[in-house]
C-alpha cells in the first residue's frame, strides 16, 4: 500500500517523528523521480518536487498555513478525545498506543477541524493527517467531521474538506469506527439538501473508508496531480481478481479521464482555485 512512502517522507514535516536516513531538511530522495533534492528547495515549493512535481506528505497543520489565511483558523471539537472502548490491544493497549501517537504527531487525532478565511472568504474547514494511526476514521474523526458539516450547514459556510489520510475504519475501535462512514455521510446529505457547497480535496493517498464516505461526496472533487485515490490498494485488487490493471490505474489522472474527480490541482494553486469556485458557486 501506498502508505508506505509516508513513513519515508514526513520526516521533513513533523519535527516529532524519529530521523532515517539523511539527517531533515538537507536532503530527501524524491518518491517519484529518485531525484535528490535539497530539503529547502522542496519546503520553498510547499514541499513538490523541482523536477517531478511530486507532491510529498505534509502534515495537517502546514495544509492549514497553506490554505487559510495566515491567523484566521479557530479549531472547533479539539477537546473530543478517543475512549478504548474494547480495550483493545494489538502490539501495545490501544489506550497506551492513542498517547504515543499524540506526543509523536503532536496531533490529538487523524483529523482537525474548525473555520477560517480563505482570501477573505469564510468557511468550515476540515483536514485528515495519514501520519495518526494511518489516518484511520476513528469515532474522533467522525464526530468532529460531522459536527463540522452540521455548523457548516447551520451557519450556511462553505465546507472544504482536505483528505490527506490513508484513511480505513480504526480497527481498534471496532463497528464504532465503521458507523462514522455513514454518521459524515448522513450529515453531508442534510448540508447538500440545505444548499451548501462542499468541495472535497483528495490528496496522496487516500483510500479505505475515507474515500468511501466523506471524501467522495463533493460538488466538486479536486485532487492533488498523481494522488492514489481508491478503495482497496492495487496490490489488493489485482490478487483477487487476477487480471492485468490498467496503467496509471486510481491515479489522480486516470480518475479525472474516468470522471470521478473534477479536477487535479497542484498545491500551489489550491487556495486560489478554492476561493475562485466559491465565487463562482456564488456562495
Ligand atoms: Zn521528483
Redesign the pocket.
Given at each position: 500500500m501506498a502508505t508506505g512512502n509516508i513513513d519515508s517522507t514526513n520526516s521533513m514535516t513533523t519535527p516529532l517523528r524519529p530521523k532515517r536516513g539523511v539527517p531533515e531538511g538537507l536532503w530527501q530522495q524524491?518518491p517519484?523521480?529518485q531525484?535528490t533534492?535539497f530539503g529547502k528547495t522542496a519546503e520553498l515549493r510547499l514541499n513538490t518536487?523541482p523536477?517531478?512535481?511530486?507532491h510529498w506528505y505534509i502534515t495537517a497543520p502546514e495544509r492549514i498555513r497553506q490554505v487559510l489565511d495566515e491567523g484566521t483558523f479557530e479549531e472547533w471539537d479539539a477537546n473530543l478525545l478517543s475512549t478504548d472502548p474494547l480495550g483493545f490491544s494489538d502490539k501495545k493497549p490501544y489506550s497506551e498506543r492513542l498517547v504515543a501517537e499524540r506526543k509523536r504527531t503532536g496531533l490529538r487525532d487523524a483529523a482537525i477541524t474548525g473555520t477560517g478565511m480563505i482570501r477573505a472568504r469564510r468557511v468550515a474547514f476540515g483536514v485528515t493527517d495519514s501520519a495518526f494511526i494511518m489516518g484511520s476514521m476513528g469515532s474522533v474523526v467522525g464526530e468532529r467531521l460531522t459536527r463540522l458539516v452540521e455548523r457548516a450547514t447551520e451557519q450556511k459556510l462553505p465546507l472544504i474538506i482536505i483528505s490527506g489520510s490513508g484513511g480505513g475504519a480504526r480497527m481498534h475501535e471496532g463497528i464504532l469506527s465503521l458507523m462514522q462512514m455513514a454518521k459524515v455521510s448522513a450529515a453531508l446529505a442534510n448540508y447538500h439538501e440545505s444548499g451548501g457547497l462542499f468541495i472535497s480535496v483528495l490528496t496522496n493517498p487516500t483510500m479505505g473508508g475515507v474515500a468511501a464516505s466523506f471524501a467522495s461526496l463533493g460538488d466538486l472533487c479536486f485532487a492533488e496531480p498523481k494522488a492514489l485515490i481508491g478503495f482497496a490498494g492495487p496490490r489488493t485488487i489485482k490478487a483477487t481478481i487476477r487480471i492485468e490493471l490498467p496503467k496509471g490505474f486510481q491515479t489522480s489522472e486516470f480518475l479525472l479521464e474516468h470522471g470521478f474527480i473534477d479536477r487535479i490541482v497542484r498545491r500551489h494553486d489550491l487556495k486560489s482555485e478554492i476561493a475562485r469556485t466559491i465565487d463562482y458557486c456564488g456562495k
Open positions: 524524491c517519484g523521480c531525484a533534492i518536487c523536477e517531478c512535481d511530486y
